[in-house]
C-alpha cells in the first residue's frame, strides 16, 4: 500500500502534513485542553478546536510553501516539530521565544543529555520517515494561473471553515484565547514558528541599536584599607526548597550549615531559563523592562565595576556568560584544556584549581571572580555530580524522567545539591585562605529553579506568566569573612534575608559589595547597604 498517491497537488500536501502535524505533535497539546474543557461537556468544541487547528496551519503553509519552497519547508517543519513533541509530551517543555533563545545558546554536551533510544525512535517515526514520504511523492505541475486560482479558493474555503467554527463555539473560543492563554503555548507547530519569529526580531533589535555604556561616572570608594575579594556563583537550576539551610527535610547543605552563611529565603528569578535569567540579573533594568535588546546593549554590573577600577574575572562551567562577559576577562572551563577535575564531565570544582595563584598574581587590586556553574543542569540529573556524592538514593539513572518515579528524580537532583553544597565551601574555603590580606566574601544565587515533576511538569523554561513556584523560587547564600564583617552590617543583611528579594537586586549588591559609587546605585535595592 502507498503512503501518498502517485501524485498530489500542492494544496493537498499541505493540508495532508497539516492534519499529520495536528493530529501527531499536539498530544500535550489536547491534553492540557481537555483538563481545562473535559471531553464528556465539550466533544463537539474539542473537533471544532481539531479542525480550526488543521485550518489555521494549512493557511500559514499555504503563504510560504510554493513549487520550489514546499518541500524543503514541510520537511523541516516534521522534523523540528517532531523533537518540540517528544519536549513537550516528556518534560512538559514550553516553546516561548525564551527557549527558542535558549534552545540557540544550547551546546553539543547539553544535547546529547536529551538523547535517548525512545527520542531517537520518536523522531524517526514522527519526522524521519514522514519526511521520507514528502521528499518522495510527485507534485503535480499546473500553470502559474491554474495554481494562483486554486490557492485562493483553498485560502477561501479555509477562512470560511474557520469562521464557521470559531462562530460556533464563540463562547468557548472566546474564554480559549481570553481567560487560557497558557494552552495555546502547547500548540505545535504554530506556537514555536511565533516565537521563533520573535526570537529572530529581537536579535534584530539588538543588533540595529548602538551599544550604551553607562556608569561612566563609577570610582571604587572603599571604607577598608584591604583589598577587596568577591566571590559571585551563579548556580544553575538551584532550587530554593530543597536546601536544607531553608528548612529542607534531607540534609542537602551538611558542609554549609558548618559556615556562618546568610540564607535568603524568598527570592526570585527574573527568568525562568538561562539565557534570560543570567544577562538580565547582571542588568540594571529590573524583570519587569528587562528585555534582551535593551539589556544586552548597555553597560552590565560587571562593566561598571571593571570601568571603576576592579579587576573582573568569569569562569564558565556552564554554557557562556550570555553575552554578560563580552567586555572582561572570560575563561571556558568546559573541556579538560583548562579544567583539572573533567571524569568525563568537567566539574565546577576545577574552576578552583588555578584560581589561588591568579589571585595571586593581581597584586593588591580589588578582585570580582564570577564563577559560573553546572550546578544541578537537568534532565540527566545523575550526571552532575562525583560518584562519592550519590548518597541519597535510589536514584533517576535516565534523562526520561517521566519513567522514573518522583522519588528517584528527586535524589537525582538532591545530590546535585550536595555536590553545589561542597563546592560552594571549597569556595568559602579559598575565601578563607586569602582573608588576610584581603576583605572576602561569597554571594551565590541559582539562575533559576527546577519543576521535578510537580503538576506532571519537569525542568523548567515555563513562561514567566504561568511558570510554577518551584521554577521561580531561588536559593541565595552570602557568606562574610570577619574583617569585611566589620565593613558590613551583618545584623541588617540577615535582616534583608527574611523578606522577598529578587534578581533585581543582583545589580545594586554587587556594586555595594565592590564599594563601586556611581550614580546609578540605588541603596534601597543592595542587599548590602545599611
Ligand atoms: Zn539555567
Redesign the pocket.
Given at each position: 500500500m502507498k503512503l501518498f498517491p502517485n501524485k498530489l497537488s500542492q494544496i493537498h500536501l499541505v493540508l495532508l502534513i497539516a492534519g499529520f502535524l495536528t493530529l501527531t505533535g499536539n498530544f500535550t497539546f489536547f491534553e492540557k485542553t481537555l483538563l481545562v474543557y473535559p471531553l464528556s461537556e465539550n466533544l463537539f468544541f474539542l473537533g471544532s478546536l481539531f479542525i480550526f487547528h488543521l485550518t489555521l496551519l494549512a493557511t500559514l503553509l499555504l503563504i510560504f510553501c510554493f513549487s520550489k519552497t514546499i518541500k524543503p519547508i514541510l520537511i523541516l517543519l516534521l522534523i523540528i516539530s517532531s523533537l518540540v513533541s517528544f519536549s513537550s509530551n516528556n518534560y512538559g517543555i514550553v516553546f516561548d521565544h525564551n527557549m527558542i533563545t535558549n534552545t540557540f545558546e544550547t551546546d553539543a554536551s547539553e544535547l546529547s543529555d536529551l538523547i535517548s533510544f525512545k527520542s531517537i525512535l520518536y523522531f524517526l517515526i514522527f519526522g524521519l520517515l514522514p519526511s521520507i514520504a514528502v521528499w518522495k511523492v510527485s507534485i503535480k505541475k499546473i500553470t502559474f494561473k491554474a495554481q494562483l486560482l486554486e490557492r485562493l479558493k483553498a485560502f477561501l474555503i479555509l477562512v470560511v471553515i474557520s469562521t464557521v467554527v470559531i462562530l460556533s463555539f464563540s463562547k468557548h473560543y472566546s474564554s480559549f484565547f481570553r481567560e487560557n492563554k497558557s494552552l495555546r503555548t502547547y500548540s505545535n507547530p504554530i506556537y514555536y514558528l511565533y516565537s521563533t519569529t520573535k526570537f529572530v526580531s529581537s536579535k534584530l533589535a539588538v543588533s540595529s541599536e548602538p551599544f550604551k555604556e553607562i556608569g561612566l561616572d563609577a570610582k571604587i570608594n572603599k571604607n577598608s584599607n584591604l583589598r577587596r575579594l568577591v566571590i559571585l556563583v551563579v548556580g544553575?537550576?538551584a532550587r530554593s526548597d530543597h536546601m536544607s539551610l531553608n528548612g529542607y527535610d534531607l540534609k542537602t547543605n551538611p558542609y554549609l550549615e558548618q559556615e556562618e552563611v546568610i540564607s535568603f529565603k524568598k527570592m526570585t528569578s527574573c527568568g525562568t531559563?538561562?539565557a534570560f535569567?543570567v544577562p538580565c540579573m547582571f542588568s540594571l533594568l529590573d524583570r519587569s523592562s528587562y528585555n534582551h535588546a535593551k539589556g544586552k546593549n548597555m553597560s552590565n554590573a560587571l562593566d561598571i565595576i571593571s570601568n571603576a577600577g576592579a579587576k573582573v574575572l568569569w569562569l564558565d562551567n556552564n554554557s557562556s556568560s550570555k553575552s554578560v562577559a563580552d567586555r572582561i576577562t572570560f575563561k571556558d572551563y568546559r573541556s579538560s584544556e583548562l579544567n583539572s577535575i573533567c571524569n568525563p564531565e568537567c566539574r565546577d570544582e576545577g574552576m578552583l584549581t588555578n584560581l589561588q595563584s591568579f589571585i595571586d598574581d593581581q597584586n593588591n587590586q580589588d578582585l570580582l571572580i564570577v564563577l559560573h556553574t553546572m550546578g544541578s543542569?537537568g534532565p540527566a540529573y545523575y550526571k552532575r555530580y562525583p560518584e562519592k556524592f550519590e548518597v541519597f538514593i535510589p536514584v533517576c539513572k535516565t534523562n526520561l524522567l517521566n519513567e522514573c518515579s518522583r522519588e528517584e528524580i528527586s535524589n537525582a537532583y538532591d545530590n546535585t545539591i550536595l555536590y553545589t553544597d561542597y563546592f560552594l565551601s571549597k569556595v568559602i574555603d579559598l575565601l578563607k585562605n586569602n582573608s588576610q590580606d584581603s576583605d572576602t566574601a561569597m554571594f551565590y544565587l541559582s539562575?533559576?529553579g527546577e519543576s521535578l515533576g510537580e503538576f506532571g511538569i519537569y525542568l523548567?523554561g515555563y513562561p514567566y506568566f504561568m511558570a510554577p513556584d518551584e521554577q521561580k523560587k531561588i536559593p541565595a547564600f552570602m557568606w562574610f569573612d570577619e574583617s569585611i564583617s566589620r565593613v558590613f552590617d551583618i545584623d541588617s543583611i540577615k535582616e534583608k534575608a527574611e523578606l522577598s528579594q529578587s534578581h533585581d537586586n543582583l545589580f545594586h549588591t554587587l556594586l555595594g559589595l565592590m564599594d563601586v559609587e556611581t550614580e546609578l546605585y540605588k541603596k534601597d535595592l543592595d542587599l548590602t547597604a545599611k
Amino acid at each position: 500500500m502507498k503512503l501518498f498517491p502517485n501524485k498530489l497537488s500542492q494544496i493537498h500536501l499541505v493540508l495532508l502534513i497539516a492534519g499529520f502535524l495536528t493530529l501527531t505533535g499536539n498530544f500535550t497539546f489536547f491534553e492540557k485542553t481537555l483538563l481545562v474543557y473535559p471531553l464528556s461537556e465539550n466533544l463537539f468544541f474539542l473537533g471544532s478546536l481539531f479542525i480550526f487547528h488543521l485550518t489555521l496551519l494549512a493557511t500559514l503553509l499555504l503563504i510560504f510553501c510554493f513549487s520550489k519552497t514546499i518541500k524543503p519547508i514541510l520537511i523541516l517543519l516534521l522534523i523540528i516539530s517532531s523533537l518540540v513533541s517528544f519536549s513537550s509530551n516528556n518534560y512538559g517543555i514550553v516553546f516561548d521565544h525564551n527557549m527558542i533563545t535558549n534552545t540557540f545558546e544550547t551546546d553539543a554536551s547539553e544535547l546529547s543529555d536529551l538523547i535517548s533510544f525512545k527520542s531517537i525512535l520518536y523522531f524517526l517515526i514522527f519526522g524521519l520517515l514522514p519526511s521520507i514520504a514528502v521528499w518522495k511523492v510527485s507534485i503535480k505541475k499546473i500553470t502559474f494561473k491554474a495554481q494562483l486560482l486554486e490557492r485562493l479558493k483553498a485560502f477561501l474555503i479555509l477562512v470560511v471553515i474557520s469562521t464557521v467554527v470559531i462562530l460556533s463555539f464563540s463562547k468557548h473560543y472566546s474564554s480559549f484565547f481570553r481567560e487560557n492563554k497558557s494552552l495555546r503555548t502547547y500548540s505545535n507547530p504554530i506556537y514555536y514558528l511565533y516565537s521563533t519569529t520573535k526570537f529572530v526580531s529581537s536579535k534584530l533589535a539588538v543588533s540595529s541599536e548602538p551599544f550604551k555604556e553607562i556608569g561612566l561616572d563609577a570610582k571604587i570608594n572603599k571604607n577598608s584599607n584591604l583589598r577587596r575579594l568577591v566571590i559571585l556563583v551563579v548556580g544553575e537550576t538551584a532550587r530554593s526548597d530543597h536546601m536544607s539551610l531553608n528548612g529542607y527535610d534531607l540534609k542537602t547543605n551538611p558542609y554549609l550549615e558548618q559556615e556562618e552563611v546568610i540564607s535568603f529565603k524568598k527570592m526570585t528569578s527574573c527568568g525562568t531559563d538561562t539565557a534570560f535569567s543570567v544577562p538580565c540579573m547582571f542588568s540594571l533594568l529590573d524583570r519587569s523592562s528587562y528585555n534582551h535588546a535593551k539589556g544586552k546593549n548597555m553597560s552590565n554590573a560587571l562593566d561598571i565595576i571593571s570601568n571603576a577600577g576592579a579587576k573582573v574575572l568569569w569562569l564558565d562551567n556552564n554554557s557562556s556568560s550570555k553575552s554578560v562577559a563580552d567586555r572582561i576577562t572570560f575563561k571556558d572551563y568546559r573541556s579538560s584544556e583548562l579544567n583539572s577535575i573533567c571524569n568525563p564531565e568537567c566539574r565546577d570544582e576545577g574552576m578552583l584549581t588555578n584560581l589561588q595563584s591568579f589571585i595571586d598574581d593581581q597584586n593588591n587590586q580589588d578582585l570580582l571572580i564570577v564563577l559560573h556553574t553546572m550546578g544541578s543542569h537537568g534532565p540527566a540529573y545523575y550526571k552532575r555530580y562525583p560518584e562519592k556524592f550519590e548518597v541519597f538514593i535510589p536514584v533517576c539513572k535516565t534523562n526520561l524522567l517521566n519513567e522514573c518515579s518522583r522519588e528517584e528524580i528527586s535524589n537525582a537532583y538532591d545530590n546535585t545539591i550536595l555536590y553545589t553544597d561542597y563546592f560552594l565551601s571549597k569556595v568559602i574555603d579559598l575565601l578563607k585562605n586569602n582573608s588576610q590580606d584581603s576583605d572576602t566574601a561569597m554571594f551565590y544565587l541559582s539562575d533559576h529553579g527546577e519543576s521535578l515533576g510537580e503538576f506532571g511538569i519537569y525542568l523548567h523554561g515555563y513562561p514567566y506568566f504561568m511558570a510554577p513556584d518551584e521554577q521561580k523560587k531561588i536559593p541565595a547564600f552570602m557568606w562574610f569573612d570577619e574583617s569585611i564583617s566589620r565593613v558590613f552590617d551583618i545584623d541588617s543583611i540577615k535582616e534583608k534575608a527574611e523578606l522577598s528579594q529578587s534578581h533585581d537586586n543582583l545589580f545594586h549588591t554587587l556594586l555595594g559589595l565592590m564599594d563601586v559609587e556611581t550614580e546609578l546605585y540605588k541603596k534601597d535595592l543592595d542587599l548590602t547597604a545599611k
